[in-house]
């Protein structure tokens, strides 16, 4: 058995989506996949149970707080 979680995140612009998910992309591989469709970051973890899938966006999403700063630190 295995679940799934689809994030789907939107920003105000397709240069703002792409410089937050340059920064994530180094920290996604093997447990999210992620693309960027125009102002939106698509994320998808896929994990053997839902404990495991919890852990993985967890840490996604506080990597996404970081990589959200930088880019905003950065005047993106």
């Known amino acids: 058995m295995s679940v799934t979680c689809v994030l789907e995140l ?11 998910h340059g ?9 999210v996949t992620a693309r960027v469709e ?4 698509i994320a998808e973890a896929t994990a053997e149970n839902p404990m ?3 852990h ?12 959200e700063k930088a880019v905003d630190a950065a005047g993106r």
């Open 10 to 20: 939107e920003y105000p612009d397709e240069a703002r989506a792409r410089a937050v």
């Open 23 to 31: 920064a994530l992309a180094p920290d996604n591989a093997p447990y």
């Open 38 to 41: 125009g102002s939106r970051v």
């Open 56 to 67: 993985t966006i967890e840490d996604y999403l506080a990597c996404l707080a970081v990589a």
């Open 52 to 54: 495991s899938l919890l």
